[in-house]
């Protein structure tokens, strides 16, 4: 692991330099928040599992042709990956309906939406993360019109991968959240994770409410077998993976 | 008044069915609230004072061409309105950045907003009266697209009449909520109230942030004065009513 002071430790991983400036390493953390972190935890071997599920889907989605920061997976719990200047927005689509979506506005959960709804919130942990309108985002200044329609466009495409790819592992992607950055010359790039951390995923096969649920909802809702249902995700991703290679 | 049983009592006003069943009459009371109704008060002689200033403002959008429910102020406390199913949205219209719209977003307050902001609100105080982006308003099925539209169009052209009202009495219309309802054709009606309660209403010549306050503000925030400010509103506003019709 790199001996140089990190630059960022955030809720779930720490940001490294690199000797090249372009290079960022990750490092994955076993902590877990939820609430806007007023409930904090360890879930175990969470930064291993979520370092390997994140490469796997960074690397599936980079061969569909979305552009992203992973460059390579170094040890258990780190990747190198390019750095960018993360746009600050938590791009989150949806296809079923869940979570605060249900919460705010009432619609029963698991509705599924008759297309899928992209949604930005403003990521800053002070305001707590905060629900953006089209218009608030645009007062916002926080990227051009253009770089919405893009993020709109790569959102929806990403959801279309990843839909796809666990549906072959039988795993409904109800919802989940994206960030991107802008690398040295402003190229959108898909950074950050995606792992049972930033999606909801239920068994496809399981039709119980509680037990299909297979990703950071058990820690948030205390439903228990947090870290098997985890590495349950990990083992039919990596499957998956695996049988794709040999297709 | 009425001694027929009241249809529904509101934070504000009661609502009493008239021997016609397309009329009803609305009751102003002095009973105030604030933060989805977790602080409760009483601003003395605040129904009078409202059901005043909201004759004088929907007599005067109607006769600017704006369809209301406004029939006719019957007693001090009383109008009677043509009864509508009231849609259940909280139309916000934003000329000035203020209250939730800068605790959410982190926009100083009093920012000038390059266009106003026209944002639908869920009217459900179980789920907190919570902000609905353009996606979540379809996906509720509240009104249809045709009639999102309508509401769009009305809220600007009533704001640019109540902004050049108010400029006259020497008020800034900071922002404000208005309610619509469809009357027995379906027609969309301006309906509730415009007051002191639905508006923040700013002293134009006055630059102290606390004294130039003339509505429920200071209510919520305990700047003492409430009722002469909520008097001083009434008197500006049937001052310049009376400089109309003498002019
Ligand atoms: N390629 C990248 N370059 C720069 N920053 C990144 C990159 N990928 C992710 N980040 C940022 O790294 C930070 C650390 O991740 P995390 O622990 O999830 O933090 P947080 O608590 O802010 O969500 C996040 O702020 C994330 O936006
Ligand atoms: N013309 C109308 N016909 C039917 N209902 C109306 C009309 N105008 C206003 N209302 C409704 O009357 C109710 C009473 O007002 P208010 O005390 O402000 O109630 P609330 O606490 O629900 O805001 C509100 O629900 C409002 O939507
Ligand atoms: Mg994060
Ligand atoms: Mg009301």
Redesign the interface.
């Known amino acids: 692991m790199t001996t140089k002071e990190k630059l960022y430790e955030g809720k779930a991983k720490i940001i490294y330099p690199t000797d090249d400036e372009r290079v960022y390493l990750t490092y994955y953390k076993d902590s877990a928040t939820a609430f806007n972190a007023q409930k904090k935890g360890t879930i175990t071997d969470k930064g291993k599992v979520n370092c390997a599920i994140a490469s796997a889907l960074l690397t599936y989605l980079e061969k569909k042709g979305i552009p992203t920061h992973f460059i390579e997976k170094v040890s258990e719990r780190e990747m190198l990956v390019k750095a960018v200047k993360i746009i600050p927005l938590e791009v989150v689509i949806r296809n079923i309906a869940a979570g605060s979506?249900c919460r705010?506005?009432?619609?029963p959960e698991g509705q599924i939406?008759?297309q899928p709804?992209?949604?930005f919130y403003?990521k800053?942990d002070a305001?707590q993360d905060?629900?953006?309108?089209?218009?608030?985002l645009a007062?916002?200044n926080i990227a051009t019109n253009e770089q919405i329609k893009q993020l709109q466009t790569l959102a929806k495409t990403i959801n279309q991968h990843l839909i796809e790819f666990f549906k072959s592992c039988q795993i409904t992607l109800v919802d989940f959240k994206l960030e991107f950055g802008l690398d040295h010359q402003n190229n959108i790039l898909l950074a950050d994770e995606i792992s049972p951390d930033t999606c909801r995923l239920w068994d496809t096969q399981e039709q119980d409410k509680e037990k299909r649920v297979m990703d950071k909802d058990r820690f948030r809702k205390d439903l228990g077998e947090v870290e098997s249902a985890y590495q349950k995700v990990l083992t039919r991703v990596l499957n998956q993976i695996e049988k794709l290679e040999n297709s």
């Open positions: 979506l705010e506005t009432g619609l939406l008759p709804l992209v949604e403003l800053d305001l905060p629900l953006l309108t089209p218009d608030r007062l916002l």
